[in-house]
């Protein structure tokens, strides 16, 4: 009996601590994003204070209606000029759908060829798409932008896809390529040999059982491309062709005052897309989706 | 695996395509700005000048202090990260109700766009009405404020931990999946042959989990290093230059002096010193 209890009392308490640990890394994790959301619904009295105050004495879309660019009357207008943030979503959706569908159709073919086919400098070639992955994009930019400059497409959208398809195609090849090859080459060649070929084959056969990961990957791309940061601050910093990171950032102020409220709402709806695709993917990046980018 | 000809060439004509443009030949020709001076303000033709520009970043202070500040940021990034991803893969690998959601919320910070996570801390450890001063001060732990982003002292360790709160996402998920492929039945063999659980973990699950650490951790240095977005965000390298790294340092003699053959420079040296890292890393690889 007083053996049985002692186990009892050792197991409780080990489970405890277990819990206790996981409230804790949980909350470092939520609290810091869950701040910016209840700063963003507070009026700007209220978030200029020392106190910490997790739910607001008054809740105000004031600061939303401030990015969407209506100010509304009688609110002192110190910040000055409110934010179109709508432009810069659209800017950044083009870019971001155009993107992944350029990184996938061309993965999908390298993919395809690196995976089902032996060839002279396969290897260095699946090896250069890993290299890829130390280059410092700070470096490659500042030839690119010379070259970006003759072309006359610095402020254009269309340079900035053609820039963003280059930056994610290695990781979607690789990724592509480890999905292909996971498929029995002969499931094609049954269907060839009942008189598909080869293109109907990989129609009918590669592509539809490669969809799950191929989507998870698309919409990977989505999330990398819509929070990217250096290449379109580099390449469009125009508020016609701005993504939202740049127009965001530009909210910083580092000296004087700022309309927190404000930056706070508009980094809760930049941070809604991603977030939205983090669920569906959810599962494949735990799964070790990414993971499939570091081994061999 | 079939014998081509020539179709496996053509399917990866695009890939390879993109591959040459925008990282072989800009690598190509920042090699080769390298010794040219390049000051778009003055004049667009770039002037041959050996290695004048490389004598110049020798003597540059600020480019001296970027590079050990780096030192202090790579370091502190990486053992930050895998402290916390270690930490919390072993928490997610051990069987309770709610598992999923754990998990999921674990990498949450991971797809939240980096500019809101710079803004999001800014705003943490804003000076007067920061949530880390308020509740410091209310719980009597600071007497008096702490600017936490310009005291020398709190510098680093606040941005090393708003950057691992952005970045350790990818080595937690790393971990994780290190984890899971250890088979039971070599903890139940430890378990019999009457080993502690600290034990089980030294002897046994770290050594297994060293293939997916390597990887994980030589592309941590790599991708820190490289990296701009924090430290632009969260300080721009100040006070004064208090807090540049490579990065950053970069990034403002190119675009912001328009400097460009200094800063292919200063770029080509960080490049060759990550080289090491990255040939470590491919021969790793190992591609059937």
Not at chain 1, 226 to 247: D, G
Request: proline share 4%; charged share 10%; glycine share 8%.
């Amino acid at each position: 009996m007083q053996t049985y209890h002692l186990k009892w009392k050792r197991e409780f308490l080990a489970k405890s601590i277990f819990y206790g640990l996981i409230i804790i890394a949980l909350l470092w994790v939520v609290v810091p994003f869950l701040w910016l959301v209840v700063s963003s619904l507070k009026p700007a009295s209220d978030i200029m204070r020392t106190e910490i105050r997790w739910i607001p004495k008054r809740i105000t879309i004031d600061n939303y209606l401030w990015t969407f660019g209506i100010e509304k009357a009688g609110t002192p207008s110190a910040h000055g000029q409110t934010l179109n943030i709508l432009v810069y979503l659209r800017n950044t959706l083009i870019i971001v759908l155009v993107t992944c569908v350029i990184s996938i159709m061309f993965s999908l073919l390298g993919g395809y060829s690196l995976a089902r086919f032996r060839f002279v400098g396969r290897t260095s070639i699946a090896l250069s798409l890993l290299a890829t992955q130390f280059f410092p994009v700070i470096l490659i930019l500042i030839p690119w932008y010379i070259l970006m400059g003759k072309f006359h497409l610095i402020d254009s959208l269309w340079g900035l896809i053609l820039t963003f398809s280059a930056v994610t195609v290695p990781f979607s090849t690789w990724m592509m390529r480890g999905f292909i090859s996971t498929i029995s080459p002969d499931l094609e060649e049954c269907a060839m040999t009942d008189g598909c070929g080869r293109i109907g084959a990989f129609f009918r056969i590669t592509v539809p059982l490669t969809l799950p990961g191929l989507v998870a990957v698309m919409l990977w791309i989505c999330v990398i491309v819509w929070n990217a940061f250096l290449i379109p601050l580099v390449l469009c910093n125009t508020p016609r062709t701005k993504t939202v990171s740049v127009a965001l950032s530009e909210l910083i102020v580092f000296h004087g005052p700022a309309n927190w409220g404000g930056i706070m709402a508009a980094s809760v709806i930049t941070s809604l897309f991603p977030m939205i695709i983090f669920m569906f993917i959810q599962k494949y990046m735990i799964g070790g989706m990414t993971v499939g980018a570091v081994k061999g | 695996m079939k014998k081509g000809k020539l179709t496996p060439y053509l399917l990866l004509v695009p890939v390879v395509g993109l591959l040459i443009l925008v990282y072989a030949y800009p690598l190509v020709s920042a090699i080769k700005l390298c010794f040219y001076e390049l000051y778009l303000i003055h004049s667009m033709t770039p002037k041959f000048i050996g290695l004048r520009n490389f004598s110049r970043l020798w003597d540059d202070e600020v480019f001296r202090l970027s590079m050990k500040n780096s030192i202090y940021w790579v370091g502190g990034s990486n053992l930050c990260n895998i402290a916390i991803a270690m930490g919390f893969a072993l928490l997610a690998n051990v069987k309770f109700r709610f598992r999923g959601v754990v998990r999921g919320t674990f990498i949450l910070p991971w797809v939240i766009p980096v500019v809101v996570v710079g803004i999001l801390w800014r705003w943490i450890y804003n000076t007067e009405w920061g949530l880390l001063n308020g509740a410091l001060l209310s719980g009597r732990i600071l007497s008096s404020r702490v600017s936490w982003l310009s005291n020398s002292r709190t510098m680093w360790p606040s941005i090393i931990l708003a950057n691992s709160w952005k970045t350790y996402g990818f080595m937690f998920v790393c971990f994780l999946s290190g984890l899971q492929s250890i088979p039971l039945e070599v903890y139940e063999a430890a378990t019999i042959d009457g080993a502690s659980k600290w034990k089980t973990f030294l002897y046994i699950t770290l050594p297994l989990l060293k293939p997916v650490a390597t990887v994980v951790i030589l592309l941590g240095i790599v991708w820190t290093f490289n990296d701009f977005n924090m430290v632009y965000l969260l300080t721009k390298g100040g006070p004064g230059h208090a807090s540049m790294v490579y990065g950053p340092f970069v990034y403002m003699q190119s675009f912001w002096f328009y400097h460009f053959g200094y800063a292919a420079a200063a770029g080509v040296v960080g490049f060759l010193m990550m080289i090491i890292f990255g040939i470590i890393y491919l021969t790793q690889t190992k591609i059937d």
